[in-house]
């Protein structure tokens, strides 16, 4: 118990998040310690190492006022698209987000923990083998990862999964795979993964199944392709999964979880390995920090053991009716085996799954079938509107589409740049540019949407894009 | 006559010092959540269509090609909205975060206090609702923001540019061996050197990740005195060297004053060096890097920086690499234009990109905040506290019954330190995971360490910046009791945990393939395969 008064005590120099900065008691502690000075607990650093001036950091806020003063005036140079009107996409998507899902994200419990053991953390083993549970029925699966950093990484090791499982080395990519997905795979198997790009039409958006079956041979581990692709079109996997089996190669596939409550779950056409991104499962956009990767397979023992992950099981206690939890196959990972695990584990994104699993509690198959369903509506209506625009054409018109497609801007004689810059002035975020990705797509936008875009929203674009086009 | 009056506080301390905590985890005995479903109920509205949108789409589901539309609903759990907010309200009693224990034990991770401003300003809409393709005039706050960090970790690396992209400490371990890469590859060297060396206190993303891209790996191990090892280096040296990454203080707090030395001597074969401070929490404004010689290094914002480990994720692992490096850094990258602020494409010589968009940016903001709260010299109060706590700990912990702590004898350490239990296995039959547990009964978290065990039954215990005295003394007499039970009872702690939400777990389900289930579809399939071949041989 402290005895001294406010006045003496030195709390006029205490640091808020730091207990121990009182002088006091760091003077007792050093007593206990034997050290005269704190300095004498760094007497290994040699004095060529130690820096000998301050920090040159800025003038820290004095209080936490300052501080929430200091840091929203930087944020008050963002605009959120809530302010605006957005219908950007390309992986990541303005969805509602249910209350609850921030609520549980936001508890202390799971907010604050990390690496507790099933006893203490029960909770945060329960939460993400429920979440892997959910996904396994969205997606017909019966193993789903812990989540993984995004859907890039998603399918970066998927691909290498497969690699793994064949022993060969090839990964062939569709060309309608997003760039950053295809540079992030192409970055992971730098050293020894051979990826070659399978063409896609830029007719119709879909992966070019002839040319496919022409790369396909016995080098190739597998064959990864995005459905919806990146373009939001939607591909038949039949012949695709009859070609890459034939060939002794596994089928990698990226979806969209959000779609699943209407359209059928990669597996039930072939697919060996489905992954994706979570960030359409309640997660805020957070500029590109609301993404998380899932991988998914049956429960074939050869293909679990090359999951790089946690994997969450569940097993009895020594209690009846009590439910434990715990990681499946441990040897598997470099928390283990270090180099000679499976790639490598660590900090992901846990928090975003375990929110999915709030999400698509709440959403339920009902709430999971309506979204989808509205989602395809508000993008069929919306490719009838914007075709009717002067100027405008819609160079999938023919695919089946969710959540996005392109829209091409040549006959306008403008740029998306150009577009995109009117657009903003009458508060709209127009669909992300795709002229530099994909120049076969030519002056081409890629635009989103869902849920959150109400029929005047709709109205509003089109009206907008109406007198952009014709300026 | 008045009744008595009883000195409740009186019963809750013994000699002055406060007794240990009756402690009892929540125990809600929780259904798995499909248990809970009730057909018909909903725990949240969609949006609906409007009819014109409605009528103009028609059934955009009949135009799917036929294998695409889905035969039947997902077999989803169906609840109303508070019975899913109770469900998890429950796990998360059932969980411990560094918010209500004293999470020392879990040394390596920097479990300190994550303070609750940074989070509610992190949880604005004018950082939520950004979309990462937004044009960069709609998006300068956190451009600026994302420029001003990396300022920050260039100055507290002393290193020359900076990404934060990486989207964990791991993921930036995985980046730095990236740019190893392409850095050979520019030069040639690519297929001479492919060796990494690393010592086997270093973290095992170290070793992993250099094998991730294609290096062998030569581990190290420390001396008598557990320093890494000089001659052990010089004899692993060779023209084959492409790198040597390190920790210091690797996970046994132990200082390695001859690191210059270290990385002299990698530099010398033609290597490079890089610096695995995923952990920097005692050194802030003490050493860095760049004098230290290294090429290379990265920080876990969710360790050194103060940002919530969130179960393990979202997070960011900054990554700080020499001006000659720089042109291999990951892109776009954050350029300031006067006052306005752009994204750069990233050049021909770039790794590309190692996550998608920009990264975790919302945890970017958190550690800026946090950072500016504290300025220069709270960094540096953060890092003499964080030492001044271990020393304290040192001090009081070996004072227990069958503990110790291996190597640097009569030395200080930095923030951490790794102990051993070894005496107390000898003498009691308890080993180190089982006190975790038993530990756990008194709200504690505990860890023990990497693979393998190097050091003996050993326990890693990080106090940080962030706890008082009197809860490092607090966490002291649970290790205290534990060993005394060990001593005492040692059935008691051999069975525990006796106060967590669960009792002993059955491992032997997770690596056998017949009886794991990593979920619930898996573990129904699986019981009913049990039971028809139960009834088979019956």
Redo the contacts between chains.
């Keep these: 118990m402290t005895t001294s008064s406010p006045m003496d005590s030195g709390a006029a120099g205490a640091?808020p998040?730091?207990?121990?900065?009182v002088p006091a008691?760091?003077a007792?502690?050093?007593r206990?310690?034997?050290?005269r000075s704190?300095d004498?607990?760094?007497?290994?650093?040699?004095p060529?190492?130690?820096?000998s001036r301050?920090?040159?950091?800025?003038?820290?806020?004095r209080s936490?006022h300052q501080?929430?003063r200091?840091?929203?005036s930087?944020?008050?140079?963002?605009?959120?698209?809530?302010?605006?009107l957005?219908f950007?996409g390309?992986?990541?998507y303005?969805h509602?987000v249910?209350a609850?899902c921030?609520?549980?994200?936001?508890?202390?419990?799971?907010?604050?923990?990390?690496?507790?053991?099933?006893?203490?953390?029960?909770?945060?083993f329960?939460?993400?083998?429920?979440y892997?549970?959910?996904?396994?029925?969205?997606l017909?699966?019966?193993?789903?990862s812990?989540?993984t950093?995004?859907?890039?990484?998603a399918a970066a090791t998927a691909v290498r999964m497969a690699a793994r499982h064949t022993r060969r080395n090839v990964v062939l990519v569709a060309g309608n795979v997003g760039r950053?997905?295809a540079?992030?795979m192409?970055?992971?198997g730098?050293?020894?993964l051979e990826f070659r790009e399978v063409r896609f039409d830029p007719a119709t958006g879909l992966v070019d199944v002839g040319h496919l079956g022409r790369m396909l041979d016995h080098e190739v581990a597998g064959f990864y392709f995005d459905?919806p692709s990146y373009f939001g079109t939607?591909?038949?996997?039949?012949d695709i999964a009859a070609a890459v089996h034939a060939a002794g190669a596994l089928l990698v596939v990226g979806v969209d979880p959000g779609s699943?409550?209407?359209?059928?779950?990669p597996g039930?056409?072939g697919a060996d390995i489905v992954c994706g991104?979570l960030q359409a499962l309640g997660m805020?956009?957070?500029?590109?920090?609301?993404?998380?990767g899932f991988i998914a397979t049956q429960?074939d023992?050869a293909l679990?053991m090359q999951y790089p992950s946690r994997?969450?099981?569940?097993?009895?206690?020594?209690?009846p009716?009590?439910?434990?939890?715990?990681?499946?196959?441990?040897?598997r990972t470099?928390?283990?085996?270090?180099?000679?695990?499976n790639?490598?584990?660590?900090?992901?994104?846990?928090?975003?799954g375990?929110t999915a699993?709030?999400y698509?509690?709440?959403?339920?198959?009902?709430?999971?079938?309506?979204?989808g369903?509205?989602i395809?509506?508000?993008?069929?209506?919306a490719q009838?509107r914007l075709a009717s625009i002067p100027g405008v054409t819609l160079p999938h018109a023919g695919q089946?589409h969710f959540k996005e497609f392109v829209v091409n801007f040549d006959r306008s004689g403008r740029t998306v740049g150009e577009i995109?810059r009117g657009l903003?002035e009458r508060g709209i975020?127009g669909g992300?540019d795709l002229s530099a990705a994909f120049p076969t797509l030519g002056q081409s936008a890629l635009y989103s949407f869902t849920?959150?875009h109400?029929?005047s929203d709709?109205e509003r674009l089109v009206e907008a894009l109406t007198g952009e086009v014709a300026r | 006559m008045s009744a008595g009056m009883q000195d409740i506080s009186g019963f809750r301390f013994t000699d002055g010092r406060p007794n240990l905590r009756r402690y009892h985890q929540a125990r809600w005995d929780e259904p798995v959540i499909f248990e809970l479903s009730c057909p018909g109920e909903r725990g949240v509205l969609v949006p609906e269509v409007e009819d014109q949108v409605a009528a103009a789409a028609g059934d955009p589901l009949a135009a799917l090609p036929p294998d695409l539309r889905r035969a039947e609903p997902p077999r989803l759990p169906e609840l109303s909205q508070n019975r899913v907010l109770r469900h998890y309200l429950r796990l998360s009693q059932q969980n411990l975060g560094a918010d209500l224990n004293v999470d020392i034990g879990q040394g390596t991770c920097t479990m300190k206090y994550n303070p609750k401003i940074n989070e509610q300003l992190a949880r604005s809409p004018r950082m939520t609702e950004l979309h990462p393709l937004q044009d960069a005039d709609t998006v300068q706050g956190i451009l600026d923001v994302i420029h001003r960090m990396e300022a920050v970790v260039r100055e507290v690396s002393g290193m020359d540019a900076v990404s934060l992209q990486p989207r964990s400490g791991s993921h930036a371990i995985y980046a730095n061996f990236a740019i190893l890469r392409a850095h050979q590859e520019a030069a040639g060297t690519a297929g001479e050197r492919d060796e990494v060396i690393t010592t086997i206190f270093s973290h095992p993303s170290d070793a992993a990740c250099a094998k991730l891209l294609g290096y062998r790996v030569i581990t190290l191990y420390p001396d008598a005195a557990g320093y890494p090892d000089v001659e052990a280096l010089r004899a692993a040296l060779s023209p084959r060297t492409a790198a040597l990454i390190i920790t210091n203080p690797e996970d046994t707090g132990i200082f390695n004053s001859r690191i210059r030395e270290f990385t002299d001597l990698v530099h010398a074969a033609g290597g490079l060096c890089i610096y695995d401070q995923a952990n920097a929490n005692g050194l802030l404004g003490i050493t860095r890097a760049r004098e230290a010689g290294f090429d290379m290094c990265h920080f876990n914002l969710h360790k050194t920086f103060g940002t919530p480990h969130a179960c393990g994720g979202p997070a960011v692992g900054a990554i700080a690499v020499t001006g000659e490096l720089a042109r291999h850094l990951p892109g776009p990258r954050v350029v300031a234009d006067g006052g306005r602020f752009r994204l750069e494409a990233a050049g021909a010589e770039s790794i590309g990109k190692v996550a998608a968009f920009m990264g975790t940016a919302s945890i970017v903001l958190r550690a800026y905040a946090w950072v500016m709260s504290l300025g220069a010299e709270g960094l540096r109060e953060v890092a003499e506290v964080a030492v001044l706590n271990n020393n304290y700990m040192m001090t009081e912990l070996v004072k227990i019954r069958g503990m110790s702590l291996p190597y640097a004898q009569g030395r200080r350490r930095i923030e951490q330190a790794r102990y051993s239990w070894k005496q107390l296995a000898d003498e009691t039959g308890i080993h180190s995971d089982q006190i975790g547990i038993r530990a756990a009964d008194f709200g504690v978290h505990y860890w023990t360490s990497h693979h393998p065990f190097v050091v003996p039954e050993p326990a890693t215990v990080e106090p940080t910046e962030s706890y008082s005295k009197a809860d490092l003394d607090e966490f002291v007499d649970v290790m205290r009791q534990v060993a005394k039970e060990a001593y005492e009872n040692p059935e008691h702690v051999r069975s525990a945990p006796h106060n967590c939400p669960v009792h002993a777990i059955d491992g032997s389900y997770f690596d056998d393939p017949d009886r794991w289930a990593i979920t619930w579809r898996a573990y129904r399939r699986k019981l009913r395969a049990h039971r028809a071949g139960e009834a088979g041989t019956k």
């Design positions: 640091q998040y730091i207990p121990n900065s008691v760091k007792e502690m050093l206990v310690i034997g050290a704190i004498e607990l760094y007497a290994d650093i040699p060529e190492l130690r820096l301050p920090l040159d950091l800025p003038a820290p806020c936490e501080l929430k200091h840091v929203e930087l944020l008050a140079r963002n605009v959120p698209a809530g302010e605006a957005s950007l390309g992986g990541c303005q509602h249910p609850v921030d609520e549980i994200n936001g508890r202390s419990e799971f907010l604050t923990a990390y690496a507790g053991e099933p006893y203490d953390d029960a909770g945060r329960q939460a993400l083998f429920e892997a549970s959910m996904m396994g029925e969205l017909e699966m019966d193993v789903v812990v989540p950093f995004d859907g890039c990484q950053d997905k540079t992030v192409a970055n992971y730098r050293a020894d459905n939607l591909q038949s996997g039949l699943l409550g209407v359209i059928a779950p039930s056409y991104d805020h956009m957070n500029y590109g920090g609301g993404q998380a429960d023992e679990v994997l969450f099981g569940i097993a009895p206690t020594r209690v009716g009590e439910y434990g939890f715990g990681d499946v196959a441990y040897s470099s928390f283990d085996k270090r180099e000679n695990g790639e490598y584990v660590g900090t992901a994104a846990a928090l975003w375990i699993g709030v698509l509690a709440l959403m339920g198959p009902t709430g999971m079938r309506e979204i369903a509205g395809m509506q508000r993008n069929a209506y009838k089946a995109n903003r975020f992300h849920e959150v109400t029929q709709i």
